[in-house]
């Protein structure tokens, strides 16, 4: 089986920082994509940031220039550097991974998902 476990959330005012890390373990052959999402309370959940295998990102508009996506392939772990937090940034923020299992057989990844972790902006 493969596990995503999310860690680094919490209450931070605004201005403040904070920084996620998802470490993905188990059968694991390789990741490609590793993703952030976040959801907030009466919101869909939405894509906040994206990965490559080699290190290419995406951003949702609303947080680029604050936020920084970045990945340790060695450790399968990526993390979500958050600074200049506002308010509406408070949601559950999820880590997402495409992944090859080593017993799969499967020419496509499987998305998996961790638990999500909880961000509180104070205002």
């Known amino acids: 089986q493969v596990q995503l476990v999310e860690s680094g959330g919490g209450l931070v005012q605004t201005g403040g920082s904070l920084r996620l890390s998802c470490a993905a373990s188990?059968?694991?052959?390789?990741?490609?994509?590793m993703n952030w999402y976040r959801q907030a309370p009466g919101k869909q959940r939405e894509l906040v940031a994206t990965i490559t295998w080699g290190g290419s990102s995406n951003y949702a508009d609303s947080v680029k220039g604050r936020f920084t996506i970045s990945r340790d392939n060695a450790k399968n772990t990526v993390y979500l550097q958050m600074n200049s937090l506002k308010p509406e940034d408070t949601a559950v923020y999820y880590c997402n991974a495409d992944i090859f299992r080593r017993s799969s057989t499967r020419v496509a990844p499987e998305s998996y998902w961790g638990q999500g972790t909880q961000v509180t902006v104070s205002s």
């Open positions: 188990g059968s694991i052959s390789s990741l490609t994509a």
